[in-house]
């Protein structure tokens, strides 16, 4: 039997091949087996248990038992071996009350199983396991939740027991990743988050939680978490021995204080790209092997450039400038040793961290959202939490937003300040390595007036990044409870403004727009409603709905609707002027036309026609 499936439900009795479809249905890549006689696609009849499980115990990632508990024990009990190796099982009852992992709980995934399965058949996940009741994290499973590498000083036995007993834990952050900014959201209580291992003092603690590109001498237990995060560039004579380099990079990795186990890739130039010595550490180390031409290293500026190299290869630079092409980055943590080995071979190194983990100044600009403090995104609550300074336009960006900041954080409000003012104090805190949210209203990519902001970090190489918020538009939808999209009768969404003060390109006047008959979404145009009335009057009928939403989603929001011939009339009458978003279509409030997503007649990947019918 060739396994094509990551889950296989064993379930015997009517309720439990019930419970064991509706797995099925909701969780990708499941096979049910069953003793009884089923003629189902999903499902294959086995004799027994036992010999089924004699057979395929290790060709499944997990096994779902749906009955007694008692049978999952002594069916799997002597298959087990290694938590490294076993596979995830998790019982549940017949009824769908209780879910419970039964083995391989972290590393295997039991529990998150577990928690999926109980959300969806809205039962209950028993877990056992004490960094799962305390909420807290488990250190046996970061590294593969993150692509990390996993060394200690001590065994993870030891260092589970100091965590989950809660003694005063340092956590030190060398890089800046994904796991990282999670460990950060959700640090226990007794875990202190230090940048610079000078900064620890080591008596204060019994558990040191690392995760760097580093080791470090420490009196404390660590558990070491490697991103792949480190550049290795190097040259070598012809046919240097594999064992002597492999040797002589370790030893020098372990002067300078590196973890092998945060290689990322090793890099030279592209006449080595058969050399064995780099190819076999490659393989070894489980890393790739990449080559840059000579016109790509010589245009790479290094701090030690070689005349005697350029001589022979037609490059002034290969360790260093291969090191910093791959990171990069525009510095080394290594700058170009030159090293002999016992065989009289020679090899240079040098090593760069990539730029991407690099714990350095950032700039966050964040859409705010419609109004609502609640409708940002969840990333953009996070970088609020942990931003050291918030600037953001109090006319239009609701205060609260910013009582999310941290104790020390700055937050000043924009509205008051010229553009160069504001560049001036994001870069006196750029250049202490602060974490800057800029706070923009609505979506910052809708007409949020970025794009100037952008420019100028460009200009300066600050690095910067964008979160996307919820538009006025999408709340405007919502609030109306209306689909702006509605099958065979309007299928385009225009988001555009009336032609004021700042002029429109010819081929977006209004009137033009208007031709598409699509759902129009006027931003910045109150001051205007007669102009913008008459130009949608030449092509929507005069009968067309309309909506005008003054703050919509903040506390004082006020809604009005109409027909387009009412459009001006609606506005004057009650003095709107700013922060108004007009909504004209057939689509306000319409219900008809219903999509084909869900007809019962309507085949697609994820509904056969004999699934349709169940």
């Known amino acids: 039997m060739k396994q094509q499936h990551h889950i296989a439900i064993i379930a015997s009795t009517d309720r439990a091949l019930a419970l064991a479809a509706t797995i099925s249905r909701n969780l990708a890549e499941t096979k049910i087996f069953t003793t009884r006689t089923e003629d189902n696609g999903n499902t294959e009849q086995i004799i027994s248990i036992a010999d089924f499980l004699s057979t395929h115990f290790h060709h499944y990632n997990a096994f779902v038992f749906i009955g007694a508990l008692g049978i999952c024990v002594r069916s799997i009990a002597t298959h087990i071996g290694d938590k490294t190796t076993d596979p995830a099982v998790i019982n549940l009852d017949d009824h769908g009350h209780f879910v419970q992992p039964v083995l391989s709980g972290h590393q295997g995934g039991a529990n998150e ?12 996940a028993v877990i056992t396991t004490s960094s799962d009741l305390q909420d807290i ?45 999670r460990l950060l959201q959700t640090k226990p209580d007794f875990v202190d988050v230090y940048y610079r291992f000078d900064d620890i003092p080591q008596e204060q603690y019994e558990l040191l939680i690392a995760v760097t590109y580093r080791k470090y001498h420490t009196a404390v237990p660590v558990i070491y978490y490697h991103p792949a995060a480190l550049h290795l560039g190097m040259g070598c004579s012809r046919d240097i021995e594999p064992e002597l380099l492999e040797a002589s990079v370790t030893e020098h990795f372990n002067e300078n204080g590196l973890a092998t186990e945060s290689l990322k890739c090793i890099v030279s130039i592209d006449i080595k790209q058969d050399e ?6 490659s393989e070894k180390w489980k890393i790739p092997f990449h080559t840059y031409t000579a016109d790509e290293l010589n245009a790479c500026k290094v701090p030690n450039p070689s005349d005697v190299v350029k001589s022979k290869l037609d490059v002034y630079s290969v360790s260093e400038a291969g090191a910093l092409l791959s990171s990069r980055n525009n510095s080394l943590l290594i700058e170009k040793i030159k090293i002999s080995v016992s065989s009289g071979k020679k090899h240079t190194i040098a090593v760069s961290l990539d730029a991407a983990l690099e714990r ?48 020390g954080a700055v937050v000043q409000n924009s509205a008051g300040m010229t553009l160069e003012e504001q560049i001036t104090l994001m870069e006196q805190h750029y250049a202490k390595g602060h974490l800057i949210v800029r706070l923009q209203s609505g979506d910052p990519s809708i007409y949020g007036a970025i794009q100037e902001q952008m420019t100028i970090f460009d200009e300066k190489g600050m690095d910067y990044f964008i979160v996307p918020g919820i538009s006025s538009f999408q709340a405007a939808a919502a609030v109306l409870r209306s689909e702006f999209t509605i099958p065979e009768v309007v299928q385009s ?46 092509h929507y009928p005069e009968d067309t709905p309309v ?24 506005i004057r009458s009650n003095k709107l002027t700013r922060t108004v978003l007009i909504i004209v279509g057939t689509a306000i409030g319409a219900r008809k036309n219903r999509s084909h997503l869900y007809n019962p007649e309507w085949k697609h990947i994820f509904r056969n026609q004999k699934t349709s019918h169940k």
Not at 113 to 124: T, V
Not at 516 to 537: D, E, G, K, Y
């Open 137 to 181: 994290w488990a250190l046996d499973t970061l590294a593969r939740r993150y692509s990390w590498k996993t060394a200690s000083t001590a065994s993870m036995n030891t260092i589970i027991a100091l965590f989950v007993n809660n003694r005063p834990t340092a956590l030190l952050l060398d890089v800046k990743d994904e796991g990282t900014e």
């Open 493 to 538: 969404i225009i988001l555009t403004r009336g032609e004021g003060n700042t002029p429109l390109p010819e081929r977006e006047k209004l009137n033009e727009m208007a031709k598409h008959r699509a759902t129009m979404c006027i931003f910045l145009s109150a001051t205007i409603a007669r102009n913008v009335q008459a130009q949608l009057l030449e």
């Open 113 to 124: 199983l577990a928690r999926n399965i109980a959300r969806i058949l809205g039962a209950q």
């Open 547 to 570: 909506a005008v939403l003054y703050r919509v989603t903040w506390k004082d929001e006020k809604i009005f609707t109409g027909q387009l011939h009412e459009l001006a009339a609606i």
């Open 360 to 407: 350095r100044a950032q700039i966050a600009i964040v859409g705010a959202g419609p109004g609502d403090g609640s409708l940002v995104a969840v990333k953009g609550k996070e970088l609020l939490e942990t931003a050291d300074l918030i600037l953001y336009a109090g006319s239009l960006v609701p205060e609260e937003l910013t009582h999310y900041a941290k104790e």
């Open 276 to 281: 064995q010595a780099f190819i076999a550490l």
